[in-house]
């Protein structure tokens, strides 16, 4: 209809290649996927759970930034302009700390090294919340109608129904613990604070917090 096929097409293959980024470290570390679903202008990745190091939790959130990085470093050299600023915008984007995006679990990865499970998922929903509110008001006077409907839907409906469900997903948390708990690993000493060398290097697990 706008005759952007162009564009459309290289937002569409950017997006491709940053769910691909996610899903190079997830077949990386022998995960499980179910379900990848991509859309126009994002993806889903729906992949088994498994109990592992903490840093891979990191690498897995960040892939599709490191793509996005990698394409847009490569077309500032090649002095593809369109390509560059796309990529640039992903990166950018991809970093605000609000769920679903990349930002919140990588915050979120910083926040279960030193905090509980408890108190660093819970943080960073009302962290989310209040920064998609902010957002808001600041695309409330910018942009579109369109643009606050989606707005809307995807990232404030995506932080408060988790934010409401946040008791359920955390009585899965403590029963995966539970049913997976490895004998191979050492104990945590139980405490709101943990040494952040523990979780990413000695074979301390993501799941098993004993805060």
Do not use: W
């Given at each position: ?42 993806g889903v990745i729906d992949y088994k759970f498994k ?161």
């Amino acid at each position: 209809v706008t005759g952007l096929y162009l564009e459309f097409f290289i937002v569409f293959l950017s997006f491709l290649l940053h769910e691909l980024g996610h899903l190079f470290f997830i077949k990386l570390f022998n995960y499980e996927v179910k379900k990848v679903t991509i859309f126009p202008f994002g993806g889903v990745i729906d992949y088994k759970f498994k109990s592992d190091f903490l840093y891979r939790y990191f690498l897995i959130s960040i892939g599709g930034i490191i793509v996005n990085l990698i394409i847009y470093m490569l077309s500032f050299f090649l002095n593809f302009t369109l390509i560059k600023e796309v990529n640039l915008l992903f990166v950018l984007i991809n970093l605000i700390p609000i769920f679903p995006l990349d930002g919140a679990k990588i915050l979120l990865f910083g926040m279960k090294i030193i905090f509980p499970y408890y108190y660093a998922k819970k943080f960073i929903y009302v962290f989310s919340i209040l920064s998609s509110l902010v957002i808001f008001i600041i695309l409330y006077f910018k942009f579109s109608a369109l643009i606050l409907f989606v707005f809307l839907c995807v990232f404030i409906k995506e932080n408060i129904f988790g934010y409401k469900n946040f008791k359920i997903e955390y009585s899965q948390f403590l029963l995966s613990r539970s049913m997976y708990k490895n004998p191979s690993l050492k104990k945590k000493k139980i405490s709101k604070f943990t040494n952040p060398l523990n979780s990413l290097f000695y074979g301390y697990n993501m799941i098993f917090d004993f805060g």
